[in-house]
């Protein structure tokens, strides 16, 4: 028998086409099957297949889990913005999408999944297949940390009170007494008597007030007084007078006709998420002019406050000086139930938006 002659190089260059597997002669079925990722593909807004990892998220077994309705397998809350992006991908109005959402498990219980699908065709019609992964864990984790830092902001709200009345009551009823008497020594050493006495007593008593008003003000800064007696709106326009007076700035505050019948809770988390937007303004901004707004949204469903300043603008870097600051406000907001964005201003500067859903007793006409 005639050896066979050696391929030639222009057969050499077809042979990667000759050896072309079809999918069942590699191992990519038992790589899906054993992944620790959920892996699915969705057809006609059903599950047609799901790896284990995947039905095992909603408590079922494969078989069991193939053929249940997209719907079915999702919280009821869910369910409108799942099946937007499920259509979004259908039409191939976008490739994929990754998010996160609630799913439905057997039991009833919720998991928490993140999300990255993709259209694909199947037998001849547009389908998703996507991979998941259960982030339930880190979400109950990170519920923990927020309730944790509720905890602290709770009890150091507390102290602050308490520290406030110390300093208003204890100590400004001291210093009050003690200008009393210097104010007797300042009768009993008149400028003809004891002239030296009488200077000194009187520098006394010019430092007696500045101390006097040090303490009003370091109680006022601990827990504005006004806060709790005249309101949320009656507090930021006396703290922002006072920030202007301070750092030179003018300020400029719109409040709304209605009064605020605000929660104390909420009213405290949006007051401290004013302060520390002051206090990045007075340490990055270099700004002159601040302006507050507190209002009802077009609706008059929603609070809506804006704090805006003519500064140099945001940084957006994550880890830049003061981001520790932006994230307790944004954890603040989250803690009331509101939303907060902050960004840089078309205009310059930089705008903080904060918008809070209110119930109808939270509001009563001036």
Not at 15 to 36: K, Y
């Amino acid at each position: 028998m005639t050896a066979p002659r050696p391929p030639s190089h222009s057969t050499a260059q077809a042979t990667p086409a000759a050896h072309t597997v079809a999918f069942d002669d590699v191992p990519f079925r038992a790589i899906v099957t054993q992944s620790l990722a959920g892996i699915y593909v969705v057809l006609d807004e059903r599950f047609m297949y799901a790896n284990d990892t995947f039905a095992a998220m909603f408590g079922y077994s494969r078989e069991e889990f193939i053929g249940r309705r997209l719907v079915d397998c999702i919280t009821p809350d869910s369910i409108e913005e799942v099946m937007r992006n499920y259509h979004l991908r259908i039409r191939g109005e976008v490739p994929s999408i990754h998010y996160f959402t609630k799913g439905l498990r057997k039991d009833g219980s919720v998991v928490h999944l993140e999300l990255h699908a993709s259209r694909v065709e199947c037998m001849g019609r547009p389908a998703l297949t996507g991979v998941a992964l259960d982030i339930t864990e880190r979400m109950h984790a990170q519920q923990r940390v927020r309730e944790l830092a509720q905890r602290v902001h709770a009890a150091r709200e507390k102290e602050r009170a308490r520290l406030a009345r110390e300093v208003h009551d204890v100590l400004g009823g001291m210093l009050t007494s003690l200008k009393f008497d210097l104010s007797r020594v300042l009768r009993r050493t008149s400028a003809a008597q004891l002239p030296e006495l009488h200077g000194i007593a009187e520098d006394m008593m010019g430092l007696m007030q500045e101390t006097i008003i040090t303490a009003r003000s370091i109680s006022e800064e601990l827990r504005p007084a006004s806060l709790d007696l005249l309101g949320l709106g009656a507090a930021l326009r006396q703290t922002l007078e006072r920030f202007g007076q301070r750092h030179g700035m003018d300020m400029v505050v719109a409040l709304a006709p209605q009064a605020l019948n605000l929660p104390r809770d909420v009213s405290t988390q949006i007051f401290r998420i004013v302060q520390q937007a002051l206090t990045n303004i007075a340490s990055h901004a270099a700004a002159t002019r601040v302006e507050l707004t507190l209002a009802l949204t077009a609706d008059n469903a929603a609070l809506l406050l804006t704090l805006r300043d003519n500064g140099v603008g945001i940084d957006t870097q994550p880890h830049r000086p003061g981001a520790m600051g932006l994230y307790s406000m944004k954890e603040r907001a989250h803690e009331i139930g509101a939303t907060l964005d902050i960004r840089p201003h078309p205009e310059g500067g930089t705008e903080l938006v904060l918008q809070r859903t209110f119930a109808p007793e939270e509001w009563e006409l001036a």
